[in-house]
Each structure stands twice: as C-alpha cells, then as structure tokens.
C-alpha cells in the first residue's frame, strides 16, 4: 500500500488538506513510529515543492540514511536515524518533540557519524554466536573473542555504534544514574537522569524508572526508556 488515509496518519505527519497521505514502507521501524523519506524531504526539510519533485531527488540519491544511500521515497525514518544532505552538508537525527512526535533536528557533522540504538533481543545462533537485535532492525553477531563482550550486554542497553560501519564505540547500562531518554508514553521527548529504578515488582506492575527531566520528576515504564549517555547525553536533544 503506498497511501495512507490522512485522518489516520501519526500525529507526528505534517497535516495537509488532502485525503491521503504517504505510507512507510515495510523496514526498521513501525509505521507509528516512522516518517516516510518522501515527507521529511518535502515537508520537514522543504527542500521540494511538491511529492513529483521530492521523488525525483530521492531516486537520484542526494539522501543518506545512517550512512548509507536511500532511494526508497516511502523508506521509515524512525527514532535515531540519521539523515544527511550532503549537497547541502546537513545532518538531521529523528528525535521526539515532546507532545508534538517525531521530529527531525539538525546535528552537527561529529554527531552524525553514530547513532545510539538500544537492544531489544539476544539469543544465541547457529556455530555458537551471539546475535543482539537493536531497535532500528540492525542485528549484531558477536563471535569468538567478542563473545564476552555480547554476553555483557543486556537487554534495554544502549550501544554507540559508528554507521555505517555499525562498529560498536561504546556501551551503557540502564541503571542509575545514566542520562536516559523516554521514547514511548505520554512522557516521549523528555530526557534526564534516572533517580530510581524498581525492576522487584510483582505482578500485574511492570517495572518502572523515575526520571529527573527538565519538566520535573517523571515515573514511566521501564521499557519506555533508552540510555543515550553517562554524565551528560551523547547527542544533541531537543
């Protein structure tokens, strides 16, 4: 399906007085969670007139993504994701605006070269590897001598990876004291130390974390929420 009716479209989709809308392709990232390439060219960067245009420059690959070249009008850019305009010399990472979705910020060119994925599954694999899946879709094997350092990671981990090689730079933990960002719930956008995780509950609770935000202490899930640094973020948020 290439279109989507624009009354159900995200909220994040910029709102246009037209029946359809353009519908992600299948990739990475949901269709809940993802702005199709063709709308951020388009609508978020301006940088075409109208869809025939905006096309046309995204099949003649003036646009990267994570690194790479994209000529996929309808490829999901989701949370993370690096955007370049080398033309231009831009870079742009999808983040949250707070009550508003997904968003495209401006990053410098050093912040463009690796992004912050967090680690959704390990699980073992045939010959004895190590396979962690991010939540962009990447998988990373982890062989031989690496194996310890798989075996490290945990789930709802961040990795600071270079891309595109996808060269691991940096790992961290989600534990107190790190600097995390909310990416689900009614809370997305905001970002801040952790203060206090409770992972003992019983059930039906669910883990939770309490963050110290910018717009005051935030108690979310646990699985809401994604390290991205130590003592300060790795990137630039909003």
């Known amino acids: 399906m290439t279109h989507l009716k624009a009354l159900a479209a995200p909220r994040h989709y910029p709102k246009k007085a037209t029946v359809f809308t353009v519908a992600p392709s299948p990739g990475p990232h949901a269709k809940k969670k993802s702005i199709p390439l063709l709308i951020a060219v388009r609508d978020l960067l301006n940088l075409a007139d109208n869809a025939h245009t905006a096309r046309r420059l995204i099949k003649e690959g003036k646009f990267l993504v994570d690194g790479r070249v994209v000529k996929d009008p309808r490829f999901p850019?989701?949370?993370?994701?690096?955007?370049?305009?080398?033309?231009?010399?831009?870079?742009?990472?999808?983040?949250?605006?707070?009550?508003?979705?997904?968003?495209?910020?401006?990053?410098?060119?050093?912040?463009?070269?690796?992004?912050?994925?967090?680690?959704?599954?390990?699980?073992?694999?045939?010959?004895?590897?190590?396979?962690?899946?991010?939540?962009?879709?990447?998988?990373?094997?982890?062989?031989?001598?690496?194996?310890?350092?798989?075996?490290?990671?945990?789930?709802?981990?961040?990795?600071?990876?270079?891309?595109p090689s996808q060269e691991i730079i940096e790992t961290i933990s989600l534990d107190n004291g790190v600097y995390a960002y909310i990416h689900s719930g009614a809370r997305a956008g905001l970002h801040g130390k952790i203060s206090k995780i409770r992972r003992e509950v019983v059930f039906p609770d669910k883990p939770t974390a309490t963050i110290d935000t910018g717009q005051g202490i935030v108690t979310t899930l646990l699985r809401n929420i994604m390290p991205v640094g130590g003592e300060a973020p790795w990137i630039t948020l909003l």
């Open 77 to 163: 850019l989701g949370l993370m994701d690096v955007l370049s305009v080398p033309e231009l010399g831009e870079n742009y990472r999808v983040l949250i605006k707070p009550g508003k979705g997904l968003t495209l910020a401006k990053t410098s060119s050093e912040e463009a070269g690796f992004k912050i994925c967090q680690v959704l599954r390990k699980n073992h694999v045939r010959g004895g590897a190590l396979m962690i899946g991010l939540h962009d879709g990447r998988t990373i094997l982890f062989r031989g001598e690496m194996l310890d350092r798989g075996r490290a990671i945990k789930t709802l981990d961040s990795l600071k990876i270079a891309v």
